[in-house]
């Protein structure tokens, strides 16, 4: 793991599906805060595309994107507010809200933090690498992946979910390199700046059964919009 944490395995409830669209429609408006228009914006762009795969209908996409563009009368405005801290088994943890509230937000992350250690800023993300990260499902024939991360200029890559391969790059080169893998056919499924683990923990399955409980229960928070988790 060491990266992105996702739930798998589960079939996505009417409620997790709910939460789902909260986060999207979350990431939509903060990304439309740089400009409506998905062309010019390559943030707003992955978010369109992610929302679009989760079949988020158009009025809700398109009313997301002016919202936070400013475009309706109604405004809220999110920020970007990051928690660092130990989960179970001292597995280090960041977590990414997005929040219209910064004081509700630190309530409830402190209370989910309860089975582990909420730390300080930079008490975890020391251990951690900020990157750019690609999954993208080769074109129909094949090709080698790593002449692929090469021309398009990732930094390195790995196994990625289901079949696909997981490019790193250098966060400022996140989009480029997308462009230059769909332009080589390649069908990029995810796009997003992450934390990767230098030194992920190894756990036996009991503990680590533990860990993805206390996981789970942060992800459900409405305001929690990434996690990304030290755990191999």
């Known amino acids: 793991m060491g990266a992105q944490w996702k739930q798998k395995g589960r079939e996505q409830s009417a409620a997790q599906k709910g939460r789902l ?86 309530t409830n992350i402190r209370v989910l933090f309860r089975k582990g250690q909420l730390g300080t800023s930079g008490s975890v993300s020391w251990d951690f690498t900020r990157a750019g ?28 979910d289901e079949g696909q391969t997981r490019f790193i790059t250098e966060p400022t080169e996140l989009d480029a390199v997308g462009r230059a893998l769909t332009a080589a056919g390649w069908t990029v499924t995810s796009q997003a700046l992450v934390y990767i683990a230098k030194n992920p923990v190894s756990l036996d399955a009991d503990a680590r059964a533990e860990v993805e409980a206390f996981l789970e229960a942060i992800d459900e928070d409405d305001d929690v919009q990434n996690l990304f988790v030290g755990l191999a």
């Open 133 to 160: 990260a690609i999954e993208a499902t080769p074109p129909a024939g094949g090709v080698d992946p790593e002449e692929a991360a090469i021309e398009a200029g990732a930094q390195d890559l790995e196994p990625g």
């Open 21 to 106: 669209f909260t986060k999207l429609a979350k990431e939509i408006m903060v990304a439309a805060k740089a400009g409506p228009d998905p062309a010019m914006n390559p943030r707003l762009r992955l978010a369109v595309d992610q929302a679009k795969k989760a079949s988020m209908t158009r009025d809700t996409l398109e009313r997301a994107i002016k919202k936070g563009a400013g475009l309706l009368d109604e405004g809220v405005q999110y920020e970007v507010v990051t928690y660092e801290g130990f989960g179970p088994h001292r597995v280090p943890i960041i977590v990414e809200c997005l929040t219209d509230n910064k004081n509700r937000t630190a």
